[in-house]
């Protein structure tokens, strides 16, 4: 069966640092694969998604980047974290497009 | 822009009663999907409907879709406090690539 991991669950960061989130999915091969932000008591935005190892589709302009170095793993990342940048953030998979989308358990990133 | 819209956004039900909640949205799509968050948790695939006229249930959900009205509904059976939770609707198109757009939530109390 298939399963997805994102870690860290949970990170605090002060303004102007570094991110790296990763994302990896077990059981599959070749998946679609998301990433989308929550905001606190909010929908889920899409911000990146990938079909395929170094194919990189942006949904929105921000200080966010995405890069997906193997087939099972997608990373996002920004170099320097804003206020704004707070929120739940959650990796998806599909097998393709018009297909569920399954989502990781999230990260909950707090920058101060 | 796809738009998504679910209500009430907000719901407060009695354990035992009986409940609709609505998404629609805004342009063709053959295929809908219901998804349940519970605080601080991710997002758990209910129903995929990809039909007109489709009809899934599973408990004391049952989810329906009308491609022609661009409607679909999620109605809630003698409500139990476990079905406590945001319920959000998602669409995706064939001419907008991988995309889900997702409905802006429905948060479900159910009381005693």
């Known amino acids: 069966s298939q399963t997805i991991h994102q870690w860290p669950a949970t990170l605090v960061q002060p303004v102007g640092s570094p991110l790296s989130l990763e994302c990896t999915v077990e059981?599959?091969?070749?998946?679609?694969l998301y990433w989308y932000r929550q905001a606190a008591g909010r929908g889920l935005q899409l911000l990146f998604y990938s079909v395929g190892i170094g194919q990189i589709s942006s949904e929105v302009p921000q200080n966010l980047s995405a890069s997906r170095p193997q087939d099972r793993q997608f990373i996002l990342s920004s170099k320097k974290l804003l206020l704004s940048d707070s929120g739940f953030y959650l990796c998806?998979?599909?097998?393709?497009?018009?297909?569920?989308?399954?989502f990781g358990p999230g990260t909950r990133l707090l920058v101060l | 822009e796809l738009k998504v819209e679910q209500n009430p956004l907000f719901l407060s039900m009695q354990e035992g009663k009986n409940y609709t909640i609505y998404c629609n949205y805004s342009t063709t799509s053959d295929r809908l999907y219901w998804y349940r968050q519970d605080p601080g948790k991710s997002l758990e695939s209910l129903f995929v409907?990809?039909?007109?006229?489709a009809v899934k249930q599973e408990g004391r959900l049952m989810a329906s879709l009308d491609t022609k009205a661009r409607l679909s509904t999620l109605h809630i059976t003698a409500a139990v406090h476990d079905l406590s939770a945001t319920y959000f609707c998602?669409?995706?198109?064939?001419?907008?690539?991988?995309?889900?757009?997702f409905g802006t939530g429905t948060s479900l109390t159910v009381i005693p």
């Open positions: 059981g599959t091969s070749n998946p679609n």
């Open positions: 998806a998979w599909s097998l393709g497009q018009a297909e569920t989308q399954y």
């Open positions: 998602a669409v995706d198109t064939w001419n907008t690539g991988n995309q889900f757009y």
């Open positions: 409907l990809l039909s007109n006229g």
